[in-house]
């Protein structure tokens, strides 16, 4: 049934561009990558094995073995969009079709496999000002949202403003406040095949946000919800590869007779 | 019906192949092509204005001055689905993400332009055994099922079954019933970008399933319906292009001073 | 706008408490009731005829007759909700599952209608600071929503927050942002039975805010939205009444031999 | 996090009048009643304890302890609805929104809590011609349907079919096919307030339809899908009472500074 099936199998893919910029922000915060940090916030969870991949690497670090062995792809990109394969690209969104779970953050909002599975350009406004966002939770009973409370807020963030071109969501988890005036769908799940997608903008790369408390106990619930259909499904197939249901199939024989 | 802004213009696209062939079940029954039927229909209504665009023409007949001057588009493919090219496919995206409709008939179920809209496979099980489909309405209050009654009998059909490979429709309109035991959302609606999506399962290219006055009311309904944003819009802009949101926008000034 | 079927019949109703008491800022800025300032200005759009209906009204003004003859009902309630009759409530649900539109305002998210017809408590956070208000528009395509633009400002209005506790909205129109830090889904709809409702959150009794043209806008447009299936079935049945789908029916003979 | 919570609380409310009646079909099938029979399945599974409660009890068997300790609430009901009383039902519906799961079963549609939650009818058509019935899986990927498969057929069954006047579900995760030509969504989820809700029809009281172990296997998931919030509120509030949002909230202070 639903739930913890034991082991949690977590891969972080980040572009790994802005960090290795000497003397940035970004390298004076995640020095090993986004990635790195988060997967080893993961890998300190109960019943959680988590690795990274990064787009430098050969496809992407996002081998058929890596993602036949992830039940959740953790996705953050930015300047590097451009540069991540269609073939590749086309290889998560199977992998998602057929189970696997999808967390985008924050700038990935447009990366090709997100605007792939929304099939929208996921287009919004954004403003670099250094504002107060207040990230409200709208569906407190939703896995995702457990233990969160009523907000978080981060004193300093870059806005992400609505209208964000997104299909509406199954459920809005957490809709952002920002001090300039503007508002944002910021926690957004969406079903595609059998696999589940959660959307989360916090997380510029020139603010410490993947280090507080708060967030990434948001990502690790998100880890949860978005895996559990593939853990489920690796807990009943014994390891055997997940199978999506890309082509049509001609059933020849009606279940009731004609 | 809803939402009449005067003059509704509709393109009808048909790959056009199957009655091509020569002494062919398609051939006979629509014998100037699905797209001739459907537009000579379309265009004997009081305020729309139709035309075709097939596969074999120039661009498929889909150039950016056609798109623009369309308001709803119905798209008919089957055995050239591969054939299309993928910078039109990204072209009608577009198009509906800038609010022209797409309506989506019978086996374009595995079009491209709308598995790039839905972002899934869109699979599905069939069956070619001649069998009885009633399809029942779901929504007997949308704009698409008005007039309609409880149910439409198609005698003999392609069956069409579960589980298809969409995201979890807007509203599900029809539901069908095949005789050898499946079942079948066939007709279901999303939004995208500013566009709004109807597929409409009916209509295998062997059965005069398109010359049935209950199946062009649907079809009439839901180019009203689809075509309303577009429509709308033109009657505002006086003609002027429609503007996408493919682009994110830097919003520099905040709406509240910070 | 959409689906204009000639002549649209808008009641509203108001309880007329507030605006009464004497001396008041709702005397003053509403000297006849915000029902007959709503009224009045529907009725001078073309093709819409308003009329009123109040709490003190014997049945509140609502009797079978009025709602037969009503395409959608605007409710404006507050400190008068306990006292409106458990009668006209279920009568006010069962016309609007049989096709009437509901738009309701502001306070009335507490109203026994509205509640009835969610099933949720719909409590929300509030506060009278007179804080400014930027409502931002989320679904720039819904009729609701067209020649509004991307916001509207308040500068002084009450707070409402979320989380308001109601059941996933079909869409979200409307996320109002609140300078003391909190957001708020202040336009949604859904669908119940054949009848659409819109809750739409500007309005309180001290502001002048059914005076502004902005908000006008969207109280025409609802009103053609949510009125739409009702003047539709007027427009077919020649002034029959409703009929609703309270009961279950035993369909005894089965549309396939068995 | 989401999942195993060590124990789930199942109540199973019956109105338990049809079994009682002596010599019956009913009586039987399920001689200790319909609740007996899935109380002791339920109970016979790891990690679930399960009561009962019927009409004829004091309060229904539903006092305010019993439902504080209730993680989901399953409810068959027929010809005894009008005989439940209203302040039980509106307790039922105020531990839902407080974050209790329910689960209605067969003509429990036309239940008073059903209806209470939906805000619908909830009226169908039915047949009693011991048709067959094949339930088909819609949405293989939700914990309710795991290890279902695409199927389950019912060789003999009552008839509901469409429409069902309910609100759009969250999904529909089964749809039905009957011999006759009906259709019906058979299994679909909602959520309201803080509860989830899932409907699934198969169930009439002359069929032995809740001692197949396939319609079993989706009891027991479907307990653990919408029992899960309640239960992993218990974990976190070590059993203090779950508190629900019935009021609205006068939050003074802003988040931020006006």
Redesign the interface.
Known sequence: ????PGNLKVTVWNEFLHEKKAGGKPAEIYPQGIHAALAAHFSAQPGITARTATLEEPEHGLTKEVLADTDVLFWWGHMGHDKVDDGIVQRV??EV?A?MGLVVLHSGH?AKVFK??????C?????E?D??E?I???A??H?IA??VG??I?LEHHE?Y???H?I??P???IF?????????F?SGCT???????LFYFSPGHETYPIYHRQDILKVL??AA??AG??AA?MRA?QGGAPRT?????????E?????
Not at 116 to 121: D, I, M, Q, R
Not at 123 to 127: D, E, H, N, V, Y
Not at 175 to 183: M, Y
């Open positions: 049934m639903s739930g913890n969104q199977q079709l189970g447009a792939a599975l929304l099939g929208t350009n287009s919004l406004k954004w403003r000002a504002e107060k207040i409200h939770t709208i407190p009973n896995p457990r233990g009523e907000r807020i806005m403003g609505e209208r071109e299909p509406e199954d459920q809005v809709i952002s406040w920002f001090a300039g005036g503007n508002v769908r969406w079903e595609r095949g059998l696999g589940r690790v619930n949860h919800w559990e259909p489920a009943v999506g249901t890309a082509n049509s199939v001609n059933e020849k009606p279940v009731h007779p004609l």
